[in-house]
């Protein structure tokens, strides 16, 4: 008998309240009592909204939450500090998690309330949710993605990419921040560099497929037997 699908929370789904928003809307300023009304949307259509105070004058340091979940009213208060920035540049507001009593900059509605993420069982993020190999496919493609800018660079018109016979150093640089992973194909990349197609070369380190890397390997040797023209 096939098991029934199961379909998780999600963290990217869920609402949110942050430091960085609450602190846009002018509620984080010290010695201030502030209220207000936070809303969600869909498009133009208002789908939630809360109604939350915040008091940050000193020793009373809080945001309280009401709203209605289910019909029922909840109001419940969120403890707020003022710490140090570890950068030593001035200082920073966290949430204290009513329930896990963790430091956080953002609170997830999960099961009617809001939480430190770490408060639920069970919730996803979307990622999380990919097969292996889905995971995997994606890796090698944000790889390719990050890289264009890599790509972009060897293939301008004055780029060098070896100076008498030998690599220079700013190849080298940008050859660095490819994945080390890719790294087992230098030498089909290499007899790309040196004759001439520096592109290709970068090309040949993506390559997984044995095949190709045959062929690739191949031509090097061609290439050092002076076989080609």
């Known amino acids: 008998m096939p098991k029934n ?45 809360i109604h939350i105070q915040v008091n940050t004058r000193s020793g009373n340091l809080y945001l309280e939450l009401s709203y209605q979940c289910n019909g029922e009213p909840i109001s419940y208060r969120v403890q707020l500090v003022l710490k140090p920035s570890n950068l030593g540049k001035g200082a920073l507001w966290f949430f204290v998690c009513p329930r896990t009593g963790k430091h956080c900059r953002k609170l997830y509605l999960v ?18 949710t990919y097969s292996k190999h889905w995971q995997e496919q994606r890796r090698k493609m944000d790889v390719l993605l990050n890289h264009e800018d890599i790509l972009t660079a060897i293939d301008k018109p004055y780029f060098k990419a070896e100076y008498k016979g030998k690599p220079t ?35 040949a380190l993506f390559l997984e497929n044995n095949f190709c890397r045959f062929v690739f390997q191949f031509l090097y040797f061609c290439n050092s037997q002076n076989w080609l023209c």
């Open 5 to 49: 699908p199961t379909y998780p929370v999600l963290y990217d789904a869920c609402k949110t309240i942050s430091v960085t928003q609450l602190k846009e809307w002018g509620y984080l300023r010290q010695n201030h009592e502030g209220s207000g009304t936070i809303t969600w949307r869909e498009g133009e259509q208002v789908i939630s909204s």
């Open 111 to 128: 099961n009617h309330y809001f939480l430190h993420r770490t408060a639920f069982n069970g919730v996803l993020y979307v990622k999380q």
């Open 169 to 203: 150093k700013r190849y080298l640089k940008l050859l660095n921040l490819l994945s080390p992973s890719v790294l087992n194909t230098l030498p089909c990349a290499a007899f790309c560099l040196f004759s001439g197609y520096p592109v290709l070369m970068l090309f």
